[in-house]
């Protein structure tokens, strides 16, 4: 495990939380705990990485659970739970289904990590960050979205498969709102 390792949570076990936490681990995060309302769901995955450490080089603890105490002293938590976008709906339209989930979310966080910062995945992005950031009470500092990097990452690949050119070619930046 690397020095100064830390404990992430990551809440939402499915494809974009696994992944997550699996990246994580390869960084040799330190601590990683999958939370997912699903019994087991999260608890498998985590087990399948961790067996998969000794291949891939990771030894960081991965744990699976779907109890909001055992992300208490999480330095970090990220949030992927929420309802995926169904074809032909608009991120819009996640609103109060995933308004919904935040909600919940936001609780456990507040309750068990008090002292986290809190990365948000959840769609539509901005809304949602906005949702945890009054649902904990969090310093807005302490909620933050991702989607400029993913945009941007996006954006990226767009113009490189348009160029046909490698990804490493190309330098872009996308700034504003996710959508």
Known sequence: MS??????AVIGAGNVGATCAFVLA????????????????????ALDMSQGGQILNYDGKITGTKDYSDI??????VVTSGFPRQPGMSREDLIGKN?????????????????????MVTNP??????HMQRVTGFPH???????????SAR??????Q???CSNEDVQAMVLGGHG
């Not at 390869?26 to 995955?45: H, R, S």
């Not at 507040?110 to 986290?116: E, F, G, L, T, V």
């Not at 992005?125 to 906005?130: I, K, P, S, V």
């Not at 500092?141 to 945009?151: C, E, K, S």
Request: no cysteine.
């Open 3 to 8: 020095r100064g390792a830390r404990k992430v």
């Open 26 to 45: 390869q960084k040799n995060v330190g601590e990683i705990v999958m939370l997912d309302i699903y019994e087991g769901f999260a608890k498998g995955k």
């Open 72 to 77: 208490a002293g999480a330095d970090v938590v």
């Open 99 to 119: 308004a919904d989930i935040i909600s919940q979310v936001g609780t456990g966080i507040r309750d068990h990590a008090p002292d986290s910062i809190i990365v």
């Open 125 to 130: 992005l901005d809304l949602m960050t906005y």
């Open 141 to 151: 500092h302490r909620v933050v979205g991702q989607a400029g990097i993913l945009d």
């Open 155 to 160: 954006m990226t690949h767009f113009i490189a």
């Open 162 to 164: 348009e160029l046909g």
